[in-house]
């Protein structure tokens, strides 16, 4: 694996957002409050259905919740390199409809860059591009997704690249053996969180990490 600040990669669980989940931004912010409580450690601010404005004003109540109770928690913003460095984020994550991991890198070289990855050929050029993580999707079958790689190929992706890879599709408690038996040693979450109800989204994160490691 590629050389890492293990003082600052500290997760190995990321939680992609959408307060779609939730009634309104409060009960969003509680159900953060409880998965950070619980020992998640890095979040991806993500909505794609609101205007930037909105997008911002989203991420400053997240960002906030983050700077009072969790110190510790990277925050990550879903393409936007603008907003990610309106709301003083660790970084980005980029796909191939954003812009180039290379410009970004060069321009903010502050940045830790995640980078959305559907084959092994993608997860190569991530990492000649300078992106620090990747997400490799799908791996296991979704609602919106008929496609997916499987564990198989999971593990040729992480065989192909030197930078943590994070296993993205369908993962949730029952299949994160499968994912480890691959060589993959991080996941990353969306409905197998934020669709619980709030007081059960610390037990599933709790859960979640005593699989992993």
């Given at each position: 694996?590629?050389?890492i600040d293990a003082s ?9 957002g959408d307060k779609n ?23 991806q601010h993500r909505q ?166």
């Amino acid at each position: 694996m590629q050389n890492i600040d293990a003082s600052w990669f500290n997760f190995n669980i990321y939680l992609i957002g959408d307060k779609n989940f939730f009634n309104n931004d409060g009960e969003y912010i509680d159900a953060l409050d409880a998965a950070f409580g619980a020992g998640l450690k890095a979040f991806q601010h993500r909505q794609k259905d609101v205007s930037v404005y909105d997008f911002i004003k989203i991420g400053e109540k997240i960002k906030n919740l983050i700077s009072k109770k969790y110190p510790d928690v990277k925050f990550f913003v879903n393409e936007r390199v603008d907003v990610a460095s309106v709301l003083s984020a660790d970084g980005v994550h980029l796909n191939i409809n954003a812009l180039p991991v290379k410009s970004v890198k060069e321009k903010f070289k502050n940045f830790k860059i995640f980078y959305s990855s559907h084959s092994i050929e993608d997860a190569v050029n991530a990492e000649e591009n300078g992106a620090d993580f990747i997400t490799f999707s799908p791996v296991f079958k979704t609602k919106k997704q008929v496609f997916f790689h499987g564990a198989d190929v999971l593990k040729k992706a992480v065989n192909a690249v030197k930078i943590p890879v994070f296993a993205l599709g369908g993962i949730n408690e029952f299949n994160i053996p499968e994912i480890k038996e691959s060589g993959c040693r991080f996941i990353a979450v969306q409905s197998a969180v934020l669709s619980l109800n709030i007081k059960d989204i610390g037990k599933e994160v709790k859960k979640m990490l005593n699989i992993l490691n």
